[in-house]
Nanobody, 119 residues
């Protein structure tokens, strides 16, 4: 019943910007930490950025100063603003969130959105 849906991916030239969105829906009692992961072809999935329900953030070293994670709790949405994109940012980006429903707290994943950086 709980879903995470990402959007905003696409094709961008190096140096460009994209903004990803992740909307949570369903029988949600509370939306706790939200995260963005990415997985490039042939590589393991890696944590890109995370934000707590209170707004504290942390980032992978590879994206610090270029990416910004934020959230709108009223809209149950997390964002990833990606600036100064590099070729190596090409990956499928996944949203992940710790969500409390009536019965438990689980980690949920979205289906992913493709980001391709190419000249």
């Amino acid at each position: 019943q709980v879903q995470l849906v990402e959007s905003g991916g696409g094709l961008m030239q190096p140096g460009g910007s994209l903004r990803l969105s992740c909307v949570a829906s369903g029988s949600i009692l509370s939306l706790n930490a939200m995260r963005w992961y990415r997985q490039a072809p042939g590589k393991e999935r890696e944590l890109v950025a995370a934000i707590t329900s209170g707004g504290s953030t942390n980032y992978a070293d590879s994206v610090k100063g270029r990416f910004t994670i934020s959230r709108d709790n009223a809209k149950k949405t997390a964002y990833l603003q990606m600036n100064s994109l590099k070729l190596e940012d090409t990956a499928v980006y996944y949203c992940n969130a710790d969500i409390a429903t009536m019965f438990r707290i689980n980690a949920y994943w979205g289906q992913g959105t493709q980001v391709t950086v190419s000249s």
